[in-house]
């Protein structure tokens, strides 16, 4: 890989074996180096170099295990969008202590009605109530929530592919 990529940090510097490392690796984070290096035609070392440099930049921020909830008991996701008191003192507080929800899998500050969506899974319906009124209702500056549960899930992903495949503007 090129200086541009880390130089740059941003994908319009990335090449074609750069999206297809970052495609299959999405896809596949446990692959191995002889097997990403066959599949992108490049060298191990090369490959391996390449990859580097993707972390380096920050383009790649870590590998990680896609874990089925399901499996681990946790069969319910569901979004709370939150609404807070609108101080600074308030999101600092509540975006610390969101951390330590372990059933919280995302949270965003957003703009519009609410001003947090916070994706969770739990373990049933009553999980679901109890991390809410016990959680994230005692949560500082809490004003009101609304949940919705998700009734099932038809992609869970970075889609790299429509990156690699940009629209024409």
Request: aromatic share 4%.
């Amino acid at each position: 890989m090129s200086d541009r990529t880390s130089e740059a940090g941003s994908g319009s510097s990335l090449d074609p074996c750069d999206w297809q490392l970052l495609h299959l690796l999405a896809e596949d984070a446990g692959m191995g180096l002889p097997q990403l290096a066959r599949q992108v035609g490049l060298s191990e070392p090369e490959t391996a170099a390449r990859i580097e440099a993707l972390r380096r930049s920050g383009i790649i921020r870590g590998i990680h295990a896609r874990v089925d909830p399901q499996r681990l008991g946790l069969p319910v996701t569901a979004f709370f969008m939150v609404r807070v008191a609108q101080t600074a003192e308030v999101y600092r507080a509540i975006d610390r202590m969101i951390r330590d929800i372990d059933q919280v899998e995302e949270a965003h500050t957003v703009s519009g009605q609410f001003d947090w969506i916070v994706k969770v899974r739990a373990a049933s319906p009553d999980d679901l109530r109890d991390l809410l009124i016990h959680r994230l209702s005692l949560l500082p500056g809490f004003v009101r929530a609304e949940t919705m549960v998700v009734m099932s899930t038809s992609c869970e992903s970075v889609n790299v592919e429509a990156l690699l495949h940009p629209r024409e503007g």
